[in-house]
C-alpha cells in the first residue's frame, strides 16, 4: 500500500508538473505555490514562478519540495486551490498570489490554518492593518507603497495641480487615496475608470480640458498600455508619473516610445546596485532569455527570505520559524530590506525613467523617492 | 465644462461607435444571412491585431500590417467556416453558443502558446502620430480621425455593396429566403464562406486598427465582442443599418456617459461620493440602454419582427 | 428501469461513493471536489429546468449564482463583525445560520429572477440570450463598483457557516449537506418536469399556439420555470460561497454563466441528470488537465466542441445512445 502510495504520488507529480526536489532533511520545507500562469495576466505569475525557482536554483536548495498551480486569476479556483494544498499536499508554506482579491480570499482562512504565507506581490492594506497576522509576511510592499512614493516625488518636481485616474475597484481606490496622503498640492481631477476598460479617449479629454499640470495614473496590464499610447498621440504633454506596474520589463516593450521618459516609482530596478541584484540579473537572463521584471525580482527576494529561514530554524517549531523569518536575514536584490511590525517591508522606493537601450526599453533610476519606507497600516496592526 | 470638450467627447463616442461597428458589421451579417451566433467573433479581431503586430513589427510598415490583419482574419475565417461553423447552421442557437465558445478557448490559449503571454507592440505609424487641429481650435488626435474616416468608408461600402452589387443581391436573398436562392441555382456554401470570411476580415481590421492604439494581448476579443453584441442587439439582428445606427448610438452614450455622469451627480451630492455613484452607473449605462430598447422593441429597432 | 435510470442511479451511487472512499483514504480534498461538483450540479439543475424544460437560452444565470452568494457574504458579514445590516424601521441582524441563508438566497434569487424574467421573456430566441447576458453585465459591473461590501475584492468569510446538528467545517458532513440537497432538487425538478405544469411547459417549447387555444398563456408559464430556476440556482450560489467561505463579482461574471450552461449541454440538455454528469466531468477535466500543461483550455475547448458536433445528447446521451 505504501508502495503503491509512493508510485501515485510519483505519478501525480509527473503530471502536474510538480517540482520534487527530493525531501528527507529536518530543514526540509514543502511550499505551495498559487499564482496565475494562464489567461490575462499570466506574465505576472510566470515571472514570480521564474524568479522563485531561479533563487532556488542558485541556492542548490534540496530541502525545498515546491508545487506550483494555477489559479487562472479566479478567486474561487486559488482558494479551492489553497484547500488542495493544506488538505491533500500539507504544504508548510503558501506563496505565489499576484491579485490582491485573490489574496483576499485565501490568505486569512490559510493563516488562521496555522500556515506561513509570503506574498510575492499583493499587499493590501486590510492583510497590512487590523487583519494582520503573525504568519503573514509580505516581500513585495504594501499596495499603498509605490503609489505614496508618487504623491512624494510630485513635491519634489513642484507639481502643484495633478489629474489622477485609477480603475473603479479596491486596489483603484487605494492607489489614488495613496498618492494623495504624500501629495500636497491641488487636484485638478480624479476620475475612476471602468475595471479592464482599454479607450481612455474621454478621460484624456478631460484631463486635456482640466488644466492640470501633471498626471497620476494607476492603471495595470493592458490598461496603462493603452492609456499610455494614446496619451502620446492625443498632444497632451503634461509629465505624468505613475507606480511601476505599467513600466515593468514584461509590457515596456509593447507600450515603445509611448512611454519614453516617464518617471515611474518602484522599489526595484535592475541597475540597483549591489552584488545580490547583479547576481540575479545575470542568471535571469542566461536562465530564461529575457531580462527580469519586478515580479521576478519579488519571487527572487521571496525564496531567498524562505530559505534565509530554513537555514536558522525548522518549518515544525513554528516560533523559531516565525522569528528567523522576521530577521529578514537574506541579501535583497534592492539592499536595504528589513520587516516592520506587521511584517511589511520597509525599504527605499525609487524614482525611475524609462529609456532605450538598444532595441529594448528598459528603466534607469534616477532618485530615491522615499527611503526606509513603512507604510500607513502598521500602527493599527496588534498581534 | 466648456463646448470644446463635449465637441471632442462627442468625437470621441464617433470614433469608439465606428470601431465597434466593424465588428458589429461582420455578427450581423453572418446572424442575418446564416442565422448564426459567432461567439468566436472576437477572437478574429485579436488574430487581426496580432496579425499586424506581427508583421508590422517584422516589416515596420504599418500598411503592410493592416493587410496582413484582413488577410490572416479572413483566411482564419474561412478556415473555421469550412471545418467547423458549417456544421452548425442548421443547429439551434444553444450549440452555436457552445461551439463558439469553445472556439473561443482554442483560439485565445493557441495565441497565448504561440505569442506567449506578455503583451505586443503596435504602434500608430508615424505619418497619423500626433494630433491635428480642428476649424474652432480643438486639438485632435490624427489617428483617431483617421479610424472615424475608415469606418464611415467601411460603412459606405458595404452599403454599397449591399445594395448595388451581385453578391449583395444574393446576401439580401439568402436573409429572407434561403430555399430560394439554392432553387436559383446559387453556390450556396460558397456564399456562406465569403459571407463568414467577409466579417471577419472586418473585424480583423477593427483588431488591427484599435491595437495600434491598445494593448495587442490574449482576451481582448472578448470585451468587445460583448459590446458589438449590444450594438446588434439595440439595432435589431441582421440589419446593417441597424447595425450602424446602434454601434454609434452605443459610443455616444458610453463616452459621455462616463465623461459626464460623474459631473452630473457632482451637482447633487459630495464629490467623491459622485465620482464613484457616477462611474458606477456609466458602467452599467450601456446595458441599461440595451435592456430599455429591448422592453420597448423585444427585436431591436431595425430588426423584423 | 430504463438505460437512463440505471446511468441516473450509477451517476448518483458514484458522486456518493468517491467521498466517502476519500474519507477512508484520507484524502480530503478529494471530498471537496466531490463538494464542488454537487454544488455546482445544483446550479446546472437550475439552469436546466430553463434551458431543457422552458427551452430558454439564459446566458445570465450567474446573476442567481451570484445573488445567493452575495445573500450568503453579506449575512454572515454582517454576523461576524456585529454589525446590524439595517436598524430603522426595525432590526435586521446578520446570522451564520444555514437555513436561513438558504432561504434569504432563495427569495432574493426568486425575485431578482421574476423581475429579470419579466422583462426578458416578452422577447426569444437570441435576444432572450443577449437580454439576460445585459442583465448579467448590470450586476457584475455593479458588484465590482459597489465598495459597501468588498467591491472587486469580494469578501472573506473566516468561518463556513452553521448548520443544526452538524459540524459543517468537516468536509464530509458539509459534503452531506450539499449532496441531500442536490438530490432534493433533482426530485423536485422530476416532478416538475412530469408534472401538467411541465408538460403545458414542454408543449409551450414545441408549438406556443397549442398551448395558447388550450387557455395557457406560455408567457406565465415561462415565468414561473424561470423564477424557479432563479431559485435553485441562487440556493447552489450560496452554497458555493459556503464552499469557498468567499464571495467575489466573478460569481455574477458572464464566463460563469457560460461555465454553468457548459455543465448542462456536457451532459446533455434536459436529461434529469446531465447537469451533474456535465459538472463531475468538468471539474476532472479541470482538475487533471490543469497540470498537464499551461495550455489546457485548449483541450476543454477541443472536447467542447467535440460533443456539440458529434454528441449533441451531451455524455449521458452518449452512454444511453439517445435512448430514454
Redesign the interface.
Known amino acids: 500500500m505504501i508502495l503503491k502510495n509512493f508510485a501515485l504520488a510519483a505519478v501525480i507529480a509527473a503530471l502536474t508538473g510538480t517540482t520534487a526536489l527530493a525531501g528527507g532533511h529536518s530543514d526540509a520545507a514543502k511550499v505551495g505555490m498559487i499564482t496565475t500562469l494562464?489567461?490575462?495576466g499570466?506574465?505576472l505569475g510566470?515571472d514570480v514562478r521564474d524568479g522563485f525557482q531561479l533563487a532556488l536554483k542558485m541556492a542548490g536548495a534540496e530541502n525545498v519540495e515546491l508545487v506550483i498551480e494555477d489559479d487562472q486569476r479566479k478567486p474561487e479556483i486559488a482558494v479551492q486551490l489553497a484547500d488542495k494544498m493544506i488538505q491533500s499536499e500539507q504544504v508548510d508554506v503558501m506563496t505565489g498570489i499576484i491579485w490582491s482579491n485573490l489574496a483576499m480570499a485565501v490568505v486569512p482562512a490559510a493563516t488562521a490554518q496555522g500556515k506561513f504565507y509570503l506574498s510575492p506581490n499583493a499587499g493590501p492594506s486590510a492583510l497590512a492593518g487590523k487583519g494582520c497576522h503573525p504568519n503573514y509576511f509580505n516581500v513585495a510592499w504594501q499596495n499603498d507603497n509605490l503609489h505614496e512614493a508618487a504623491g512624494a516625488y510630485a513635491n519634489e518636481a513642484g507639481f502643484a495641480n495633478s489629474f489622477i485616474l485609477a480603475p473603479?475597484y479596491p486596489a483603484g481606490q487605494d492607489a489614488l487615496t495613496g498618492y494623495k496622503r504624500f501629495y500636497e498640492g491641488e487636484l485638478a481631477g480624479?476620475?475612476?475608470?471602468?475595471l479592464?476598460q482599454?479607450?481612455y479617449?474621454?478621460?484624456i479629454?478631460?484631463i486635456?480640458?482640466s488644466g492640470a499640470d501633471s498626471v497620476f495614473f494607476f492603471l495595470p496590464?493592458?490598461?496603462g498600455?493603452?492609456f499610455l499610447?494614446?496619451y502620446?498621440?492625443?498632444?497632451v504633454d503634461l509629465p505624468v508619473v505613475g507606480p511601476a506596474f505599467s513600466f515593468d520589463q514584461?509590457?515596456l516593450?509593447?507600450?515603445?516610445?509611448?512611454a519614453l521618459g516617464v518617471k515611474n516609482t518602484s522599489q526595484w530596478n535592475k541597475d540597483i546596485d549591489n552584488e545580490a541584484n547583479a547576481a540575479f540579473v545575470a542568471a535571469f537572463q542566461e536562465e530564461y532569455g529575457r531580462l527580469p521584471s519586478l515580479y521576478a525580482s519579488q519571487g527572487f527576494d521571496t525564496a531567498n527570505l524562505l530559505l534565509s529561514a530554513l537555514e536558522k530554524a525548522p518549518v515544525s517549531d513554528a516560533d523559531a520559524f516565525r522569528a528567523a523569518l522576521k530577521e529578514a536575514d537574506f541579501a535583497s536584490t534592492r539592499g536595504n530590506f528589513s520587516f516592520g511590525p506587521n511584517n511589511h517591508p520597509i525599504q527605499d522606493i525609487y524614482v525611475r525613467e524609462v529609456i532605450q537601450e538598444g532595441d529594448v526599453f528598459t528603466n534607469k533610476i534616477i532618485a530615491t523617492a522615499l527611503t526606509n519606507h513603512s507604510d500607513a497600516y502598521a500602527a493599527e496592526c496588534q498581534m | 465644462?466648456?463646448l470644446?470638450?463635449v465637441i471632442?467627447?462627442v468625437l470621441?463616442?464617433l470614433?469608439?461607435g465606428v470601431m465597434l461597428f466593424l465588428m458589429a458589421a461582420g455578427l450581423t451579417l453572418i446572424?442575418g444571412v446564416m442565422g448564426l451566433?459567432n461567439l468566436a467573433h472576437g477572437s478574429l479581431y485579436m488574430i487581426g491585431a496580432f496579425a499586424a503586430a506581427a508583421v508590422a513589427g517584422a516589416t515596420g510598415s504599418f500598411l503592410l500590417g493592416l493587410i496582413s490583419a484582413l488577410a490572416a482574419a479572413a483566411a482564419m475565417g474561412a478556415i473555421v467556416e469550412l471545418t467547423?461553423i458549417r456544421?452548425?447552421y442548421k443547429?439551434d442557437?444553444?450549440?452555436q453558443?457552445?461551439?463558439t465558445?469553445?472556439?473561443?478557448?482554442?483560439f485565445?490559449?493557441?495565441t497565448?502558446?504561440v505569442f506567449g503571454?506578455?503583451?505586443?507592440?503596435l504602434?500608430?505609424p508615424n505619418w497619423l502620430?500626433?494630433?491635428v487641429t480642428l476649424p474652432g481650435g480643438i486639438?485632435y488626435?490624427?489617428?483617431?480621425l483617421a479610424i472615424i474616416v475608415v469606418g464611415f468608408a467601411v460603412a459606405a461600402g458595404l452599403f454599397w455593396m449591399i445594395g448595388r452589387t451581385r453578391i449583395g443581391i444574393q446576401i439580401r436573398a439568402g436573409e429572407t429566403d434561403r430555399e430560394m436562392i439554392a432553387a436559383l441555382g446559387i453556390d450556396i456554401d460558397r456564399l456562406y464562406t465569403l459571407v463568414f470570411a467577409l466579417g471577419a476580415a472586418l473585424a480583423g481590421l477593427a483588431g488591427a486598427l484599435?491595437g495600434?492604439?491598445?494593448?495587442?494581448?490574449?482576451?481582448?476579443g472578448e470585451?468587445v465582442l460583448?459590446l458589438a453584441?449590444?450594438v446588434i442587439?439595440i439595432g435589431g439582428?441582421g440589419s446593417i443599418k441597424g447595425a450602424f445606427i446602434g454601434a454609434i448610438l452605443l459610443g455616444l452614450t458610453d463616452?459621455?456617459g462616463?465623461?459626464f455622469l460623474?459631473v452630473l451627480f457632482g451637482t447633487v451630492m459630495d464629490?467623491?461620493a459622485a465620482?464613484?455613484v457616477g462611474?458606477?452607473l456609466?458602467?452599467?449605462l450601456i446595458?441599461?440602454l440595451?435592456?430599455a430598447v429591448?422592453?420597448y422593441r423585444?427585436?431591436?429597432l431595425f430588426?423584423r419582427v | 428501469m430504463t438505460r437512463e435510470g440505471i446511468v441516473n442511479a450509477v451517476i448518483a451511487l458514484g458522486l456518493l461513493l468517491v467521498p466517502l472512499w476519500a474519507l477512508w483514504a484520507n484524502e480530503p480534498f478529494t471530498i471537496t471536489l466531490a463538494t464542488k461538483v454537487a454544488i455546482l450540479a445544483l446550479a446546472g439543475v437550475g439552469l436546466n429546468l430553463a434551458?431543457g424544460l422552458g427551452g430558454l437560452?439564459s446566458?445570465g444565470h450567474a446573476v442567481f449564482f451570484g445573488i445567493g452568494g452575495y445573500a450568503m457574504g453579506i449575512l454572515a458579514q454582517h454576523a461576524q463583525t456585529f454589525d446590524p445590516i439595517m436598524e430603522a424601521p426595525f432590526l435586521i441582524e446578520g446570522t451564520k445560520s444555514m437555513p436561513v441563508i438558504w432561504l434569504v438566497a432563495v427569495v432574493s434569487s426568486a425575485l431578482a429572477a421574476l423581475a429579470i424574467g419579466a422583462?426578458?421573456l416578452?422577447?426569444?430566441?437570441?435576444?432572450f440570450?443577449?437580454?439576460t447576458?445585459?442583465?448579467g453585465?448590470?450586476f457584475y459591473?455593479?458588484a465590482?463598483?459597489?465598495?459597501a461590501y468588498g467591491g472587486e475584492d469580494g469578501l472573506s468569510i473566516y468561518v463556513r457557516n452553521e448548520f443544526p446538528g452538524l459540524n459543517t467545517l468537516n468536509p464530509i458532513e458539509f459534503f452531506g449537506i450539499t449532496y441531500v440537497l442536490l438530490l432534493a432538487a433533482l426530485f423536485l425538478s422530476a416532478r416538475i418536469a412530469a408534472s401538467p405544469f411541465g408538460l403545458a411547459l414542454t408543449s409551450a417549447r414545441q408549438s406556443p399556439q397549442r398551448v395558447e387555444t388550450v387557455g395557457l398563456r406560455p408567457f406565465r408559464l415561462r415565468l414561473t420555470v424561470f423564477v424557479i430556476s432563479g431559485a435553485i440556482t441562487g440556493l447552489a450560489g450560496a452554497l458555493f460561497a459556503d464552499l469557498n467561505r468567499f464571495v467575489s463579482p466573478t460569481m455574477f461574471s458572464?464566463q460563469m454563466s457560460?461555465e454553468i450552461?457548459?455543465f448542462v449541454?456536457l451532459g446533455g440538455?434536459a436529461r434529469l441528470f446531465g447537469p451533474v454528469a456535465g459538472a463531475a466531468l468538468f471539474i476532472l477535466l479541470e482538475h487533471w488537465l490543469g497540470g498537464v500543461s499551461e495550455?489546457?483550455?485548449?483541450w476543454?475547448?477541443?472536447?467542447?466542441?467535440a460533443v456539440?458536433?458529434f454528441a449533441?445528447g451531451g455524455l449521458i446521451g452518449l452512454v444511453t445512445r439517445g435512448q430514454k
Open positions: 494562464s489567461g490575462g499570466a506574465g510566470i473603479n480624479e476620475i475612476y475608470t471602468k479592464g482599454t479607450d479617449a474621454a478621460e479629454a478631460q486635456r480640458a496590464g493592458g490598461m498600455i493603452s499610447k494614446q502620446a498621440a492625443s498632444g514584461g509590457i516593450q509593447a507600450v515603445g516610445d509611448a | 465644462m466648456s470644446l470638450l471632442e467627447q470621441n463616442g470614433q469608439f446572424f451566433i467547423v456544421r452548425l443547429r442557437h444553444l450549440d453558443v457552445l461551439a465558445f469553445a472556439l473561443i478557448l482554442i485565445s490559449e493557441g497565448r502558446w503571454s506578455f503583451p505586443l507592440y504602434d500608430v502620430s500626433g494630433p486639438e488626435p490624427a489617428y483617431r484599435v495600434a492604439i491598445q494593448s495587442v494581448q490574449v482576451g481582448m470585451p460583448i453584441f449590444v442587439v439582428i463616452t459621455l462616463r465623461s460623474p464629490p467623491s465620482t464613484a462611474s458606477a456609466a458602467s452599467m446595458y441599461i440595451m435592456a429591448l422592453i423585444p427585436t431591436g430588426g | 434551458l437560452v446566458l422583462l426578458s416578452r422577447t426569444s430566441g437570441v435576444y440570450i443577449m437580454i447576458l445585459a442583465f453585465q448590470m459591473y455593479f465590482i463598483s459597489w465598495p458572464w457560460g450552461m457548459i449541454i440538455v495550455y489546457w483550455l485548449i476543454v475547448g477541443a472536447l467542447l466542441l456539440v458536433l449533441p
